[in-house]
């Protein structure tokens, strides 16, 4: 008698674990849908499954991966072109795509990286990095070797140019660098 017991609670917390784990898997394509409600409004917030904000007391609003490491963009790129190679990319490693790459949400595109022929994602244009050096979620970057902590920025009206070898793209671009 005792063990049917066991095997009844055992049995009932699995299913009770396995339902909470799907809904919150259900939950995840709702944020994509919730970031074009704020692409109307005024405010410069992206959270998608590619980029979110995330926000620090000294640096303001600044792009994260969705799992919270701090993304940069290279003062030395151009749009839609990447620079960083060898030793630097060791230390500043390209924000690839390891999925797929249709239907990006707004101002995520990406390009083709021409020493390694992988997806490297960009924001508003600009090729994406995260640093070595970061830990916990942290950005300890900024400023750092050439480097930026990419910002959310509203889209500009210039259209974005690709090379050939780019990906599709779902937006417009604007240097938000000076």
Known sequence: MNKKLIISVVLALVIIGGGFALFHMSMSPKTPA???????????????????????SSLGSYLAEPNGDPLYTYNGDSSGAST????????????????????LPSGVGTIKRTDNGQTQYTYNGMPLYTFVADSNGQPTGNGASNFAIATPAAASSTQQTTTPSTQSTNSSYSNQYP
């Open 34 to 56: 919730s970031n074009n409600t704020s692409a109307t409004n005024s405010s410069s917030k992206v959270n998608n499954a590619v980029l979110v904000t995330k926000t620090s």
């Open 84 to 103: 960083v190679t060898g030793s630097l990319l060791a230390s500043w490693p390209a924000y690839q795509d390891k999925g797929s790459t249709t239907s």
